[in-house]
Structures are given as structure tokens and as C-alpha cells.
């Protein structure tokens, strides 16, 4: 696609129930990442996963969360039994390799909120 | 541990000035790289411009520049001729070069207001 997909845009859940959030990353892109911004806060890195090699999860926050990227391309985030200290904005990036790596391509982001 | 600093949580500027936006970093390494983003109400984020720790000259990329002290373990943005489309929050961050891919650590942004 032209640009990174993520879907649901907002998503609003009980404490406790388990949440998926989706990304479609840019055609082609190798690399892909997934990052969580607080209220107020920077960036997070959670998740790296590059082609066909096991991801790099030292980000992630507890084991109530995981990801899988089936076929080299879409992504998504599970977080299983939701806390209130979850809701946050996940974002994904993709990139591509070689001299375009350096460039993080951001989706719009998926608004999580755990009542 | 790697920390990026970043003290001014919101920056005023009028159309067509100059702002610059500062950011301290910290880090024992001597490879890293350094990168401005930014983040427009809509959400996404909209890379900038990237600064090497061996590059010896600054970044430039079209009104965007990285002023860039090492010694100082400095990495402003300077936005020259500021535009209204240039209100957003804007972040900066590194990467420590060994680890092959981009897993940056963010500052907690500057807010920018281009007024007319």
C-alpha cells in the first residue's frame, strides 16, 4: 500500500479481555516495528521483526504481550488480559533495507483505552 | 543507558522565523545516530532528518537543520522560515548503532506553535 496501515483507528475494552491490533505495512518494506506512546511520553520501542528472522522482542513490556508477522508483510499485536496501564497509542513503522533504512515509516496509530 | 532529553515542552514561534528546538542526548557509545520526527495532530509520525555521530558536517534537509555539538552531546533542529504546517510536536531520538536496526529511544517532544 502507499502508506502504513493500522486498524482498529480506536479501540476501547474492559479491563481483563484480550485485545489484537493489526498493521499492514508499505509494499516491500522488510523491516517492521512496533512502538507504544503514552499520554505526554515519547516513543517506546516494544517489537522488531525483519523478514524471515526471529523478532527482537526485548521492548515488550510483560509477557501479556506478543506479536507474529505471517508472510514477511502484516503484523499483529496481541495483548492478552488488559490492564488500565496499557491504554496507550501503538504504532507501527515499516522500513526498507539497505540506504532507506534509516527512515521509519509511522501508521497513524491505534488508540487503545482500557477502562 | 541511552536518554534523550528534551526541556522545552512547548515552543511559541511566528510565521516565517527561525526556531530552534534543543535536545541533549546520553550515551557511552561512540557510534550512534540521532533523528528529529515529527507528529501532527493526525498522529503519524513524519521522519525529519538523521545526523551520524562520524558525520562531521550538519544535517541538513531543505528548511529542517540539525545542529549537531558532540562534545556537547547536543542535537538541535533549527526550522528556518517557519510555516503554519509546522505546528505539531516534534521528537527527538537515537540509536545506538550497534544493535543494526531502529530501535530509538524517544525524547518526550517540544509542542511548536507557528502563529500568522
Known amino acids: 500500500g502507499a502508506g502504513v496501515s493500522q486498524s482498529p483507528s480506536n479501540k476501547v475494552t474492559e479491563k481483563g479481555k484480550d485485545v489484537e491490533l493489526r498493521c499492514d505495512p508499505i509494499?516491500?518494506?522488510?523491516?517492521l516495528y512496533w512502538y507504544r506512546q503514552s499520554l505526554g511520553q515519547g516513543l517506546e520501542f516494544l517489537i522488531y521483526f525483519q523478514g524471515n528472522s526471529a523478532p527482537d522482542k526485548s521492548g515488550l513490556p510483560s509477557d501479556r504481550f506478543s506479536a507474529e508477522r505471517t508472510g514477511g508483510s502484516v503484523s499483529t499485536l496481541t495483548i492478552q488480559r488488559t490492564q488500565q496501564e496499557d491504554s496507550a497509542v501503538y504504532l507501527c513503522?515499516?522500513?526498507?533495507?539497505?540506504?532507506?533504512?534509516?527512515?521509519?515509516?509511522f501508521g497513524a496509530g491505534s488508540r487503545l483505552t482500557v477502562l | 543507558a541511552q536518554k534523550i532529553t528534551q526541556t522545552q515542552p512547548g515552543m511559541f514561534v511566528q510565521e516565517k522565523e527561525a526556531v530552534t528546538l534543543d535536545c541533549t542526548y546520553d550515551t557511552s557509545d561512540q557510534s550512534y545516530g540521532l533523528f528529529w520526527y515529527k507528529q501532527p495532530s493526525s498522529g503519524e509520525m513524519i521522519f525529519l532528518i538523521y545526523?551520524?555521530?562520524?558525520?562531521?558536517q550538519n544535517a541538513t534537509e531543505g528548511r529542517y537543520s540539525l545542529n549537531f555539538q558532540k562534545a556537547r552531546k547536543s542535537a538541535n533542529l533549527v526550522i528556518s522560515a517557519s510555516q503554519l504546517g509546522d505546528s505539531a510536536m516534534y521528537f527527538c531520538a537515537m540509536r545506538e548503532e550497534n544493535t543494526g536496526f531502529q530501535k530509538l529511544v524517544f525524547g518526550t517532544g517540544t509542542r511548536l506553535l507557528v502563529s500568522p
Open positions: 509494499s516491500g518494506h522488510t523491516a
Open positions: 545526523q551520524g555521530s562520524y558525520d562531521e
Open positions: 513503522a515499516s522500513s526498507a533495507s539497505g540506504p532507506g533504512a534509516n527512515v521509519l515509516t
